[in-house]
């Protein structure tokens, strides 16, 4: 049986977001299926959601 789940968050933007989730991700042998990302530009947050 395969499980999935979603990850959402927002966070001040900035270099290398992705890259460190995406890191953790794979340590933890996941698998990004669904990836969804936007700059707020009226908050300057990143926000982003997975769904793997």
């Known amino acids: ?3 999935f ?3 959402s968050f927002s966070y ?3 270099a290398g977001i ?3 989730f995406s890191g953790a991700i ?3 042998r996941g698998n990004i299926q669904v990836l969804n990302q ?4 009226d908050t300057g947050l990143f926000s982003c959601a ?3």
């Open 1 to 3: 049986m395969t499980i």
């Open 5 to 7: 789940y979603t990850l």
């Open 12 to 14: 001040p933007d900035r």
């Open 18 to 20: 992705i890259a460190e």
């Open 26 to 28: 794979l340590e933890h």
């Open 38 to 41: 936007f700059i707020d530009p």
């Open 50 to 52: 997975w769904c793997s």
